[in-house]
C-alpha cells in the first residue's frame, strides 16, 4: 500500500501543506499514523474519497484554477469571478473546510467556447 507525505498530498489539491493538515485535525482528510512515527501519511483510497466529496474525478491527477488566474484568462477583476459563480455561469469546486474557489480547466474551457475564445492550458 503506496502511502502519500502532507507535501505530496498538498500538491494534488493544489493548497499549502498547512491546509492538509487543518483538514486532518478537523476529521476531513483522515490519516494513516505510522507506528512511532508522530508524521501524517495518506492512503490512495482516503485521497481518492475526498475527491470525489469535492466532486472530482478519483484516481486522475486534475489541475484546479484560482480565481486569480481565472481572472487573468478572462481578463476581468477576480470578484467578476466570484459574481459568475453566484450566478451559475461558472461551476465552481470549493475545498473542504473553507470557502474558496477552484476551477476545472474543462468548466473555464467550456465558458470560453460560449464566448469564443480560444482555450488555454494550465501553466506549468
Known amino acids: 500500500m503506496e502511502l502519500y507525505r502532507v507535501g505530496e498530498v498538498a500538491q494534488m ?4 501543506p498547512n491546509t492538509i493538515r487543518k483538514w486532518v485535525k478537523r476529521d476531513i482528510l483522515r490519516s494513516a499514523k505510522l ?3 508522530r508524521y501524517n501519511r495518506f492512503t490512495a483510497e482516503e485521497i481518492d474519497r475526498l475527491r ?4 472530482l474525478p478519483a484516481d486522475t491527477a486534475i489541475e484546479l484554477y484560482r ?4 481572472a487573468r484568462m478572462f ?3 477576480p470578484n467578476t469571478v466570484r459574481k459568475w459563480v ?3 455561469i461558472l461551476h465552481s469546486i470549493k475545498l473542504p473546510g473553507s470557502e474558496y474557489n477552484r476551477f476545472t480547466a474543462e468548466e473555464v474551457n467550456g465558458l470560453r467556447r460560449e464566448m469564443g475564445l480560444p482555450l488555454v492550458e494550465k501553466e506549468e
Open 52 to 55: 470525489r466529496q469535492m466532486g
Open 67 to 70: 480565481v486569480g488566474e481565472v
Open 75 to 77: 481578463d476581468v477583476h
Open 86 to 88: 453566484r450566478m451559475k
Open 13 to 16: 489539491f493544489d493548497v499549502h
Open 35 to 37: 507506528p512511532g512515527s
